[in-house]
């Protein structure tokens, strides 16, 4: 269940090392996804990572659609029941928006296919590889990825969230191990399907898991359940907008550039992933307590979640920034190869953008939690455009480094609009 009011020791002590135990585990994850990308990068080159990393970027840009903000509503719900005892309410909020997904899921899921069919035989440059198409089952298996995540963090179980999330490039990466190993040829359509079918078995064991802890809850009325299309919608639109941001330059890198500049950019993209890594984690880390502390009117320890996981972030990101930004280059050559030096500067801005998210703090969960979701869209909107204006602006005379530049800009909009209005809820009067 969710942890209630912090009080005593536990207030310290407890969710630094829940914390802890979370970023460990976040921290194998991203080692395994930056060897997939390490092994895409040396066995392809340039072109079959930026492939591989468009395929499954857009496959999941799209099943976010397809969940609808059911994954934040359900996280808000479940936990708030929970924090009030109501086990049966909050398995009947399971089950009600699981079974809202799985039409949608279907229908998204046939809708891409056949666009992607459409780009496919129109000679769209990046479909020509086919790792678009083949990204199909990863967009209806990742949306419901995407709710079973959302329940266990709505159950409060930070750590097996945490361990799920992202966790299909484990067996991923010793399938591609494997191969290369036995004297296989590693291509991005192939490895699309591998991670397809590793996140199709780790979802089903997701929702065993679920099914075995929460079977004995029982069911209650669920009348007054939150709208997917009134109150998830703009959820799904921030969700959304804040992966657009991270799609948008790897697209543009592929189109504007080519598909060696996008193995290029999702190289650099890899190694500053972790930042990014620590600041959704520390942000789905508090959604739950901070329903309960907002349900209860208690906003002072909302306040203090928000403060704690920001020095928290920051003790734990700041001795790994500094090396990156003072020498980007050789670590980039050391971790991919002399292919990819010039990625140096691109790597400086977006190991700087997501340091000023995390300097801002995990202002998300308390936005979400608040309901307060659609005064940030007009925001989110405005620094997408601003990242596709600057980057269109700023590819011709610096590359691929402009792309950085463009995204850091765009993301530096809603991280300042994003702190400033979760002050104001936190200041509100209940």
């Given at each position: 269940m969710p942890d209630g009011p912090p009080s005593g020791w536990r207030a310290n002590i407890a969710p630094l090392l829940r914390y802890a135990s979370v970023m460990g585990i976040k921290a194998g994850n991203i080692a395994t996804g930056l060897i997939v990308t390490l092994l895409l990068a040396r066995a392809g080159g340039p072109e079959v990572l930026g492939s591989?990393?468009?395929?499954?970027?857009?496959?999941?840009?799209?099943?976010i659609l397809a969940v609808v903000g059911c994954d934040q509503l359900a996280l808000r719900e479940v936990a708030a029941h929970l924090r009030l005892g109501d086990k049966a309410a909050s398995a009947s909020h399971m089950r009600h928006y699981l079974r809202f997904v799985a039409p949608l899921a279907a229908l998204v899921t046939g809708l891409y296919a056949g666009g992607v069919w459409l780009l496919l035989n129109a000679g769209f440059a990046p479909a020509q590889e086919g790792a678009l198409l083949a990204a199909t089952g990863f967009v209806a298996a990742n949306a419901f990825y995407l709710m079973g995540l959302g329940l266990v963090r709505g159950m409060g179980n930070a750590v097996w969230a945490q361990l799920f999330d992202g966790l299909f490039t484990v067996?991923?990466?010793?399938?591609?191990?494997l191969m290369l190993l036995?004297?296989?040829?590693?291509?991005a359509v192939g490895s699309v399907l591998a991670a397809t079918a590793c996140l199709v078995a780790l979802m089903a064991l997701l929702f065993a898991l679920l099914w075995r802890q929460t079977r004995d809850w029982g069911s209650a009325p669920v009348a007054d359940a939150p709208s997917p299309w009134v109150d998830g919608s703009p959820m799904m639109m921030i969700s959304f907008l804040m992966f657009f941001g991270q799609w948008l330059p790897q697209f543009l890198a592929g189109t504007l550039g080519s598909a060696g500049d996008a193995g290029a950019f999702r190289a650099a993209w890899q190694v500053a992933m972790p930042f990014a890594v620590v600041y959704s984690t520390v942000t789905t880390m508090m959604s739950a307590p901070v329903s309960g502390d907002l349900r209860q009117g208690r906003r002072d320890l909302a306040h203090r979640r928000l403060r704690r996981y920001r020095y928290a972030a920051l003790a734990s990101t700041l001795p790994l920034a500094l090396p990156l930004l003072i020498w980007p280059e050789p670590v980039l050559t050391l971790l991919f190869g002399p292919a990819f030096a010039g990625?140096?500067?691109?790597?400086?801005?977006?190991v700087a953008a997501n340091m000023l998210g995390i300097l801002a703090g995990p202002s998300g969960a308390i936005i979400t939690m608040a309901g307060r979701s659609r005064e940030t869209l007009i925001f989110m909107v405005a620094g997408a455009a601003l990242m596709l204006a600057l980057a269109l602006v700023l590819v011709p005379p610096f590359g691929i480094t402009g792309l950085a530049m463009a995204y850091a800009a765009g993301y530096g909009v809603r991280?300042?609009?994003?702190?400033?209005?979760?002050?104001?809820?936190?200041?509100?009067?209940?």
């Open positions: 591989y990393a468009m395929a499954i970027q857009t496959a999941q840009l799209v099943s067996p991923l990466a010793l399938a591609l191990g036995t004297g296989g040829r590693i291509e990625a140096a500067p691109l790597l400086q801005w977006l991280i300042v609009q994003g702190w400033w209005l979760a002050r104001r809820i936190l200041l509100e009067k209940p």
